[in-house]
């Protein structure tokens, strides 16, 4: 048997005569160890020879500035997208930022999206991978001081390109965009734009994956180095939750089952499921103490978003200026980054996204029936749109579990277990025959 999370404790019944278990895909693993650490490393050494990235720098110069920076960037999800066969475009996000907080002019700006459309023209998702490409020393307004960023965030944009170049390759049902976004250090402008851009346009984001500082394993202060642990934060109530929609989440205890927490656990589980040495730390939280991040703005415009960052800062390297203090090193200087960790990081988001992308749509309508009192527990939902899954697993836990413990496969649309509502919580995803599962829907309550 394959190893699995060690939180998925059940087997799994698909008929009376057969058993499967929770198993990894050869095609995924495939892409997984094809990403390459020496490729992350090429990428972020590349991208900290542009001098500074700030957003605010230089957009003429041929070798330094942000304006080289994004155009080597573009260059390369193009060179990648050579081998999709026509499926991956490769396009400027170009919008321009109105003088405000950190932006002492109106300023043009561009992000950096390779789309790998999906094979299922009926198929509407869409998954996002993304880091930021700006940089910045100990003054958010210096643009003209050697600014590396290599960990912040030259590490992420390495993840979202790498990942670009072993996917593009592969074929996918849904549409994956690999991005890159700029003013991140601004006022999370790049972002911004996109997620604005895909609310106006009707994106349907299914999860956005967000990679901001993933290539430190130093613990400052503390002396630790830890290259297997991984934060994932994630909202526990969504941004954009309505009154009605907050009073159901209280009366039917859903405050830790957001999309965003779904999708942090089902990363979790994915991702240990096919990365060796890999613990990812579930923090319940939308970003690090009073901080942010990319994926806030998607989170405020309703989609399930999520932030991947290292376990241990050191804040030696972020957001200064070059130089040695009394026999300290300041800066994010390329030799510092773990870039057998920033693998570890990228195969993490690969594998999380390949079986989302591979994977049935969530189901429809899932809901916990409450027409009559019952120490079991009645589910009911609809089909996915789209391709027809191969059955269903039903998840549950205990409440006071962060993770799902149990899943019970059927292969109908309704669902009784013989555990009480009033002490598990449950949720339902569909899957197909060769074990892609789709993101869990947490139920409301139905009669």
């Given at each position: 048997m394959k190893r699995i999370s060690l939180f998925i404790i059940s087997l799994i019944t698909i008929s009376a005569s057969?058993?499967?278990?929770?198993?990894?895909?050869p095609a995924i693993k495939q892409m997984v160890d094809e990403v390459s650490s020496k490729n992350i490393e090429s990428i972020v050494r590349k991208l900290v020879s542009f001098k500074t990235r700030h957003t605010l720098s230089d957009t003429v110069s041929k070798t330094e500035g942000v304006g080289a920076a994004r155009n080597w960037i573009k260059a390369e999800y193009e060179r990648y997208a050579a081998a999709s066969n026509g499926r991956m475009k490769?396009?400027?996000d170009e919008f321009v930022q109105p003088k405000g907080n950190r932006?002492?002019?109106?300023?043009?700006?561009?992000?950096?999206?390779?789309?790998?459309?999906?094979?299922?023209?009926?198929?509407?998702?869409?998954?996002?991978?993304?880091?930021?490409?700006?940089?910045?020393?100990?003054?958010?307004?210096?643009v003209k001081s050697f600014a590396p960023g290599a960990v912040d965030d030259a590490s992420g944009t390495a993840v979202?390109?790498?990942?670009?170049?072993?996917?593009a390759k592969r074929r996918f049902p849904a549409t994956i965009i690999f991005m890159a976004v700029v003013g991140e250090e601004q006022g999370l402008y790049g972002s911004t734009n996109v997620a604005k851009r895909a609310k106006a346009?009707?994106?349907?984001?299914?999860?956005?994956?967000?990679?901001?500082?993933?290539?430190?394993?130093?613990?400052?202060e503390t002396g630790l180095k830890d290259n297997r642990s991984v934060?994932?934060?994630?909202?526990?109530?969504?941004?954009?939750?309505?009154?009605k929609q907050a009073a159901v989440r209280n009366s039917v205890g859903g405050e830790n089952d957001s999309p965003a927490r779904e999708l942090a656990r089902y990363t979790k589980e994915i991702a240990e499921r096919y990365v060796e040495q890999l613990?990812?730390?579930?923090?319940?939280?939308?970003?690090r103490y009073l901080r942010g991040g990319d994926h806030i703005p998607f989170s405020q415009q309703g989609f399930a978003a999520i932030r991947i960052t290292e376990m241990n800062e050191d804040f030696n390297r972020q957001h200064q200026d070059i130089r040695q203090e009394n026999g300290v090193d300041y800066g994010d200087l390329p030799d510092f980054a773990d870039y057998d960790y920033i693998q570890k990081v990228a195969r993490m988001n690969l594998s999380t996204l390949a079986n989302l992308a591979l994977a049935p749509s969530s189901p429809q309508n899932v809901g916990v029936i409450t027409?009559?009192?019952?120490?079991?527990?009645?589910?009911?939902?609809?089909?996915?749109?789209?391709?027809?899954?191969?059955?269903?697993?039903?998840?549950?836990?205990?409440?006071?579990?962060?993770?799902?413990?149990?899943?019970?496969f059927v292969t109908g649309t309704t669902a009784n277990i013989g555990y009480s509502k009033d002490n598990y919580l449950f949720a339902v995803q569909a899957v197909d025959a060769e074990g892609h599962e789709s993101l869990p829907v947490f139920p409301k309550p139905v009669r």
């Open positions: 057969a058993q499967t278990t929770i198993r990894q895909d490769v396009q400027f932006i002492d002019k109106p300023t043009p700006m561009k992000n950096v999206l390779a789309i790998l459309k999906g094979t299922d023209t009926a198929d509407k998702r869409i998954y996002i991978v993304s880091g930021h490409y700006d940089s910045r020393v100990s003054d958010v307004m210096d979202s390109m790498e990942l670009a170049r072993v996917m346009e009707g994106w349907q984001i299914d999860a956005m994956l967000n990679n901001d500082i993933v290539g430190n394993t130093y613990g400052m934060r994932v934060f994630s909202e526990g109530v969504p941004a954009v939750e309505t009154e613990d990812v730390k579930l923090i319940y939280r939308r970003d027409s009559g009192l019952t120490n079991k527990t009645q589910l009911k939902w609809d089909a996915p749109k789209g391709k027809a899954p191969a059955g269903y697993y039903v998840l549950m836990r205990e409440t006071i579990s962060p993770y799902w413990e149990k899943k019970f």
